[in-house]
């Protein structure tokens, strides 16, 4: 009986991540849930503002935290609500990189909605938590329920326990 679960397993294990690839995964993301409502600061090496379009552009080591969230990127596009209460969205570009307690996300885009608490990675994401790592061509993350959903092309290596 044994080995025939040592023969299974793996197949019950690849056909789960098959299928977790073709309908995208579901994943806990971050310690906590993220307050949105939170105030967003951000630093950076340079600011560019556009008074007619309502848009500013960070460059150069771009850090943005909210709360316990952090997220780093080579250039940060802030696009305010047309009252100018606020900001609407940000749109990360380069090497970005969303940290939220203990998991971390790389990719080549973020577009953050604030309103809506959710953050669209795009562009070779990988997202790792402690010794597990997912990738795929997208992951939306939902900031108040603390949850993302990966989508295209989701790979992952399962650790089964045995050395």
Known sequence: MTVLRLIL???VLL???????AQGTQVAFGAIKQDTDLPVEVTANNLAVDQA???AVFTGDVIVTQG????SAKRLLVVYREDTQGIERMEATGDVVLVSGPDAAESE?????IDEGVIVMTGDVLLTQGPSALTADRMTVQLESGTAQMSGSVKTILQTGNN
Request: aromatic share 4%; glycine share 4%; net charge negative.
């Open 68 to 71: 316990e969230m952090r997220l």
């Open 9 to 11: 397993l793996p197949l």
């Open 53 to 55: 379009t309502g848009e």
């Open 109 to 113: 885009r973020a577009d953050y909605s």
């Open 15 to 21: 056909t789960a991540v098959t299928m977790a690839a």
